[in-house]
């Protein structure tokens, strides 16, 4: 009896997965060619009016005005990774990292700075940002940010955004820790989830 009944758990728990990896929508892009398909003006991430909306719903869930629509030409890329991931509800994560010559610097980090800030930015356990920070926009949704190694012309971008207090995506086997906010926690069971889980009770 207790074999049938374990046999049954295990079944259904099969079932489920299985179910679940029907529904659930991943993209992976590493190739920086690949860049303005997602972030140009008419951009998967930037827009809702592509394919992409119809067919999976990958669009975005805060609109990115700080990574650039076009990377400038003397970009030396060191790193790019964008992912959507939906096993239940939408989570993106983007990261980039270039340097560049003097006066390409100089105009995107000018655009970047006249973004404006939120007063509250620090989230999720956030405490400050290991370089200089040039925009940032934070919300219960997440964080998306710029900041900036000025001795090597660097600049770093980074957007996590999520639903219901945090993501399902692996964002620390992606982003160098140097380059999340100090005490960023977004994690399933981080403290901002559970304070907010708290207040529904």
């Not at 951009?43 to 119809?54: L, M, P, Y």
């Not at 400050?128 to 940032?136: D, E, H, K, T």
Request: glycine share 4%; net charge negative; hydrophobic share 35%.
């Amino acid at each position: 009896m207790f074999i049938v009944a374990a046999a049954v758990v295990v079944g259904v728990a099969a079932a489920v997965v299985f179910l679940i990896s029907l529904f659930t929508e991943k993209n992976v892009v590493t190739d920086i060619r690949e860049y303005e398909k997602y972030f140009g003006p008419q951009g998967i991430h930037q827009s809702k009016n592509t394919d992409a909306w119809e067919k999976t719903r990958e669009s975005y869930l805060v609109l990115n005005y700080i990574f650039p629509e076009k990377l400038p030409e003397s970009a030396d890329v060191e790193a790019f990774y964008y992912e959507y991931y939906n096993p239940w509800d939408p989570c993106y994560l983007c990261y980039m990292v270039y340097s560049c010559d003097e006066e390409d610097y100089k105009a995107e980090t000018e655009r970047l700075r006249q973004i404006s800030m939120p007063k509250d930015y620090l989230i999720y356990g956030s405490t400050g940002f290991p370089y200089p920070l040039l925009a940032v926009d934070s919300s219960s949704y997440g964080y998306i940010y710029a900041m900036t190694d000025e001795d090597q012309n660097k600049i770093i971008y980074v957007e996590l955004t999520f639903c219901n207090y945090f993501t399902d995506i692996h964002y620390e086997r992606v982003i160098p820790r140097e380059h999340l906010p100090i005490g960023f926690d977004a994690k399933s069971g981080n403290p901002y989830r559970e304070e907010y889980l708290s207040q529904l009770k």
